[in-house]
């Protein structure tokens, strides 16, 4: 016999229609837990369709208010007052790990009766902006926790239960890429542990001043990988790859302007990015994504969008790329920021959650009327996007210009709830599936 509880999940989840097209695109006031929408490459507005705005949000106090979820589930404050939260890790045992960046530490919380934090250590601290945590080798035993800095990658000696670093931290990658815009560095590693995987975001928001490559295009480009960058893009919006020591240094996949959240979809073994797409183009144009990212693949950035789709900033600059350039699985509505991504494999949420995708809206600068900040269900049918998303969290905005939180950081914890942290109040919260 189906329980109750189960039977008005589904119900709840199907309650919304597909939001599609222009019927898809929304701002706050319409975002609600439950409503599915469908962007696809043929719905994109033209260029200049609407003028690029300059809409920054204030941050205000919390007060009392508190997220929004959908019906069966239920979402509690785990921690606040923390400082900057952003990557969230969780040990075999259970501890979660909290990349706090701008006061440069890792931070472990370890839960104690009723799902609350029983402990609260800083791991390690003098780093430079840590943003990817990542545990290895793969397994219920890791021997090394590394962490991706905005200039490198550095590991610390690990047993499982550690609440403090045995000893500093050792160098695995020594320069990264840094300086300039977009600093965040994620990590994750390969199911058969051979390599490492880190996102390097662009230096720039369209490539603005790459100038020619040395020795011209033509034949720079014959000695590259399909939409590498040059000059001071070199090796940015990519992902690299390496092998856990950090030698055998490439470029695993180019053209993604801003792979905020890596992760490994457990079906597969195929790495995935929650992707910052450009701005400038006006409130409907570029869409973000959430996409599976494959080898060698080269997703349009700066001279491309969403497959063929030139940037009007550099007309003309390369059709030699034009048919080279991957559509991403899942479009998320244009200016919403989408950061860090896990995949669910818990047992605490309804079976049709198994295999989906969670990923963390922060919200923009660059749409008149302010989209994002929530988090995101991206649904998944026998392993395959359906290329749907649904609204999970919301409720971080409070008026037209004021919000209290922009979600960063997400993962499923050892009891299979889901956290989240959101970086402005400074707090982490769980949701759970209930009975009903």
Known sequence: MVPIWLLVACIGAQAEPVLQGKDAYGSWQADKPGVVRLIRPEDLAKPGASRSVSNSARVTARGEMTPQVPQGFKIELLV??????????????????????????????????????????????????????????????????????????????????????????????????????????????????????????????????????????????????????????????????????????????????????????????????????????????????????????????????????????HPGARPDLKDKVTVPDVLVQPHSASLGMTFYQGTQFPSEYQGDAFAAEHGSWNRSKRTGYKVIRIRMKDGKPTGEYEDFVTGFVVNDTQVWGRPVGIAVAKDGALLISEDTGGTIWRVTSVPK
Not at 239 to 257: H, M, N, S
């Open 80 to 313: 606040d007052s923390l400082s900057d939260p952003r990557v969230l890790r969780v040990a075999p045992n259970g501890d979660i790990f909290v990349a706090e960046t701008r006061p440069g530490r890792i931070r472990v919380l370890r839960l104690g009766e009723g799902a609350k934090v029983a402990t609260n250590e800083i791991f390690a601290s003098g780093l430079n902006r840590p943003f990817g945590v990542a545990f290895f080798p793969n397994g219920d035993d890791p021997q090394w926790v590394y962490v991706a800095n905005a200039n490198s990658v550095v590991r610390f000696r690990y047993r499982v239960g550690d609440l403090k670093a045995s000893a500093k931290a050792e160098t695995v990658v020594a320069s990264l890429p840094a300086g300039s815009g977009h600093s965040t560095r994620d990590i994750v590693f390969t199911p058969d542990g051979k390599r490492m995987l880190v996102s390097v975001g662009s230096a720039s928001n369209v490539g603005e001043g790459m100038g020619s490559p040395p020795g011209g295009l033509e034949a720079w480009s014959k000695a590259q990988p399909v939409g590498a960058s040059w000059g001071y893009e070199a090796e940015r919006a990519a992902v690299l790859t390496f092998d856990p020591e950090g030698k055998d240094r490439k470029l695993y996949a180019t053209g993604i302007r801003n792979c905020v959240g890596l992760a490994i979809q457990p079906q597969t073994g195929q790495p995935w990015c929650s992707t910052n797409e450009r701005d400038g183009l006006g409130d409907d144009l570029v869409p973000d994504y959430v996409t599976s990212v494959k080898e060698g693949a080269f997703y349009g950035w700066p001279w491309f969008y969403i497959g063929n789709n030139e940037d009007p900033r």
